[in-house]
């Protein structure tokens, strides 16, 4: 009932910054807490950022807090993460879901998935 499509992926180099978009359709948006994931090649699907139906509480892995905000936009039914200080290690292919809470952090318990989008950080 939620499709998620991702945009903002791309090329950077180290230290430098990305906003990746999610922009959803289909039921009411504002209805679900969202997160966003990463997958890099040969690894397991990652928790990055969570935020919850209005916007008020946010979570971070410890692995990006500092750098990156996720922040949404109810009224355009869209989410966003903003990657700062971006580092090599931080190349993975990112997605956003949406689910019921803001406190999962487990791949499995989101009910949407965006297609994934692609960040390459270069040194």
């Known amino acids: 009932q939620v499709q998620l499509v991702e945009s903002g992926g791309g090329l950077v180099q180290a230290g430098g910054s990305l906003r990746l978009s999610c922009a959803a359709s289909g039921r009411t948006f504002s209805g679900y807490a969202m997160g966003w994931f990463r997958q890099a090649p040969g690894k397991e699907r990652e928790f990055v950022a969570a935020?919850?139906?209005?916007?008020?509480?946010?979570h971070y892995a410890d692995s990006v807090k500092g750098r990156f905000t996720i922040s949404r936009d109810n009224a355009k039914n869209t989410v966003y993460l903003q990657m700062n200080s971006l580092k090599p290690e931080d190349t993975a292919i990112y997605y956003c879901a949406a689910g019921a809470s803001v406190y999962y952090r487990e791949y499995g318990r989101y009910d949407y998935w965006g297609q994934g989008s692609q960040v390459t950080v270069s040194s």
């Open positions: 935020i919850s139906r209005s916007g008020t509480t946010t």
